[in-house]
Every structure is written in C-alpha cells, then in structure tokens.
C-alpha cells in the first residue's frame, strides 16, 4: 500500500508563489510516475502536472504551464510542485496521486492540501 502525504498549502496573495510537497511511503518511489491534480468547490477535480518514473518528463494542465514546475526528489521519495504567479482561480485543494510503472490510472491519493489566492 502507498501512503502519500501532501504539505505546503496555505493562504497566499495573488502574483505569490508557494511549493507543494507531497511524500511517499513506498520502497521503490524511482518506480511510480506522480501527479498533482487539484479541486476547487463545485468542480471535478482536474489534472495539474505529471512526472514520469522513468524520464522524468513532464507534462502540464494548459491552466498552469509557464508558472508551474513538477519535479522528484528520488532520494527523499518527495514530488514537489512549485507554482508561481499564482491567480485566485488556482485556489483549490490540490491532491497528489501515484501509479506504478505497471499501472493504469492512479490509484493512489493523498489527503490534499487546501491552496487559497486572494485577489
């Protein structure tokens, strides 16, 4: 079972940056390929960035590409996602979500942690 643990959220201004962090609890994190999507109240939840197990490559939500940064930290079995520029319409709680190298979706989800711009 993968545990995942998100943290950095907070209440910032717009044009702020913040850094989400999301740690897993799983021996072979270098395996998993990480996301971070995000919900805001009274909307589905949608995809935010990916990271792969294997390249590392990424790929963003059209919404955030060219302010937001998906990255691993292997060693430290962490995912982080820098976002800059932040607008009010980013407000949401953002979810970390994992897959295997075998799997299909993500079935793994962390608690989400709850990011508020102010406008």
């Known amino acids: 079972q993968v545990q995942l643990v998100e943290s950095g959220g907070g209440l910032v201004q717009a044009g702020d940056s913040l850094r989400l962090s999301c740690t897993a609890s799983?021996?072979?994190?270098?395996?998993?390929?990480m996301a971070w999507f995000r919900q805001a109240p009274g909307e589905d939840r949608e995809f935010v960035a990916t990271?792969?197990?294997?390249?590392?490559?990424?790929t963003y939500a059209d919404s955030v590409k060219g302010r937001f940064t998906i990255s691993r930290d292997n060693a430290k079995n962490t995912v982080y996602l820098q976002m800059h520029s932040l607008k009010a319409e980013d407000t949401a709680v953002y979810y970390c979500?994992?897959?295997?190298?075998?799997?299909?979706?993500?079935?793994?989800w962390g608690q989400g942690t709850q990011v508020t711009v102010s406008s």
């Open positions: 799983v021996r072979t994190f270098s395996s998993y390929t």
């Open positions: 979500a994992a897959r295997d190298f075998l799997g299909a979706g993500y079935p793994y």
């Open positions: 990271i792969t197990w294997s390249t590392g490559s990424t």
